[in-house]
């Protein structure tokens, strides 16, 4: 099937800098990508849907100027946590399907990421 | 998209068949029933999806009641390795890939 790769598998940061989280679709191009967070012991909730080539959709709640999304192609998108504080620990994890086929959604193996 | 109900938990004898319920009683006729789970600090793995027939893969079957209100994931032979959080997501036919996730169930496989 579809392989979605997701880098870094995990980083630690120091509060108050910026971590970028790399999304790519490596057999497949995908004009839409999705982010997710999960915190310990829940459920996924979905950030933001990442358009390729245009401004990404956020869910209510989720901070836009916080959660930078850029989608500049069809393979390739990523997350920066800006100005990360320990509460922004969490596993993100990204997910892209093959829209011209309408497949299933598949997802990459997700960031852990720790900030201290 | 309509929403899911499931059982948080559930336990399996390993070799035995699990059968994981989900309950999506306000499903409309053009969404769609999938089946993911989730490995410990894994992203999500597709396991299958349906949209009124039974369907079969490799990995699982799905069961899907007449009425559409219900399903019924089932793993045949379960293994240690099928231990996980299992998710049942319905989604409408022209959706691009976005999936709403409820808070699934755990299964666990004791040997």
């Known amino acids: 099937g579809a392989v979605v790769s997701q880098h870094p598998s995990w980083v630690i940061c120091k509060s108050g800098t910026s971590v970028k989280i790399e999304c790519r679709s490596l057999d497949f191009q995908a004009t839409t990508m999705f982010w997710y967070r999960q915190f310990p012991k829940q459920s996924l909730m979905l950030m933001a849907t990442?358009?390729?080539?245009?401004?990404?959709?956020?869910e209510q709640g989720v901070e836009k100027d916080k959660f930078l999304i850029n989608h500049a192609s069809l393979t390739l998108s990523t997350l920066t946590v800006t100005s990360a504080h320990p509460e922004d620990s969490s596993f993100y994890i990204c997910?892209?399907?093959?829209?011209?086929?309408?497949?299933?959604?598949?997802f990459g193996q997700g960031t852990r990421l720790t900030v201290v | 998209d309509a929403k899911t109900t499931q059982p948080p938990s559930m336990d399996c004898a390993e070799g035995r068949a699990a059968n994981l319920p989900c309950n999506h009683s306000?499903?409309?006729?053009?969404?769609?029933v999938y089946w993911y789970r989730q490995i410990h600090s894994q992203g999500p793995q597709y396991i299958i999806h349906g949209l009124k027939n039974n369907e079969t893969n490799e990995m699982a079957s799905l069961i899907i009641t007449e009425d559409r209100k219900s399903s019924t994931l089932i793993l045949p032979h379960a293994t240690l390795r099928d231990t996980a959080v299992y998710y049942c997501i319905v989604r409408g036919s022209g959706n691009t890939g976005k999936l709403i996730f409820g808070q699934g169930t755990t299964l666990q496989v004791k040997p």
């Open positions: 306000t499903i409309s006729g053009n969404e769609y």
């Open positions: 990442s358009n390729e080539g245009s401004k990404a959709t956020y």
């Open positions: 997910s892209a399907n093959e829209q011209l086929l309408n497949t299933e959604a598949f």
